[in-house]
Nanobody, 126 residues
Framework: VQLQASGGGLVQAGGSLRLSCAAS????????MGWFRQAPGKEREFVAA????????DYTDSLTGRFTISRDNGRNTVYLQMNSLKPEDSAVYYC????????????????????WGQGTLVTVSS
């Protein structure tokens, strides 16, 4: 599967952005999906994950309530809605995919994903 992330940009603190990740090449609904981010000088960290069906989601604790992951299997796209953005949210955001047999499984670690998009840069100004 090929992943193409988009939607990043420059936003003021308190603002919102919606990232999109379009998948092609395989049956999108066969894949569980995730978002990760990497700030300069830091390791890539987990942001959010969603199961194949979209019924199960998980977030890193510090982002719960501000970020929402969703998917549209008909459009082969996963989204990350980011609200109340803070300067510390600035990073390159990556979407990731892994084929899953189970409809409810999610992954929260980098090693649990097999495919990665190219990343989209989010910059939050104070």
């Amino acid at each position: 599967v090929q992943l193409q992330a988009s939607g990043g940009g420059l936003v003021q603190a308190g603002g919102s952005l919606r990232l999109s990740c379009a998948a092609s090449g395989r049956i999108f609904s066969s894949y569980r999906m995730g978002w990760f981010r990497q700030a300069p000088g830091k390791e890539r960290e987990f942001v959010a994950a969603i199961s194949r069906s979209g019924g199960i989601t998980d977030y890193t604790d510090s982002l719960t309530g501000r970020f929402t992951i969703s998917r549209d299997n008909g459009r082969n796209t996963v989204y990350l809605q980011m609200n109340s953005l803070k300067p510390e949210d600035s990073a390159v955001y990556y979407c990731a995919a892994a084929r899953s047999v189970d409809m409810s499984t999610i992954g929260t670690t980098r090693g649990s994903y097999d495919y990665w998009g190219q990343g989209t840069l989010v910059t939050v100004s104070s």
